[in-house]
């Protein structure tokens, strides 16, 4: 099924299978809501138990995650906020990190544990978010791991960040977001978020 792209549709496919309240919090979200292949076809109500938001770390990450446990609050959803460190191309991601007076670790254990404490602090500020919310870091490229995971996890939307890059850098680097949108099968939402401001 195509994205659905306009405000009509999505909000005929909307009126079908959510509450007026699920409505409201789910119109709010704009343009920036695709409701990919796996929308709900079937008569009833849709509901939204599990939500997986992907993060980068970056400035914008907080953003997102603030925006996922907002719209998860009228549904009870719970929230799984997930990393993705990817391994350098061209280096092993069991080469040895070592410094003086530290035991050699592996690249890939000492970037899942400085991520893990990233993660954490991120998630642990603001307000309590008044739903489930759990976290974890996984190791794979990106936009192939988050949806293996929304696969496996059940999840029933998506909610993640976009630089809105342009020109050569999304050339280079290729749009994970846009992968997500183009191949995951539960809606996805995505938010600009800006790029992070150097200190």
Known sequence: ??????????????????????????TALGRHFHLGRGMPRKKGMAT????LVPVDLSDGSREVIDY???LARPFKASVEVVHAWEPPQYVAPDLLVAAPGWN???????AVETATKELTAQVNQGEPPGVPV???IVVGEAASTILDLAEQEKCDLIVMGTHGRR???RLLLGSVAQKVVARASCPVLTLHVSEQKPH
């Open 167 to 169: 020109g050569l850098p």
């Open 48 to 51: 939204v138990s599990r939500i």
């Open 104 to 110: 050699s670790q592996s690249l890939e254990h000492v």
């Open 1 to 26: 099924m195509p994205i659905l792209r306009t405000a009509c549709a999505r909000r005929r496919a909307l009126r079908k299978v959510c509450t007026p309240g699920q409505q409201a919090a789910l």
């Open 134 to 136: 759990s976290q974890k």
């Open 68 to 70: 996922a446990v907002k």
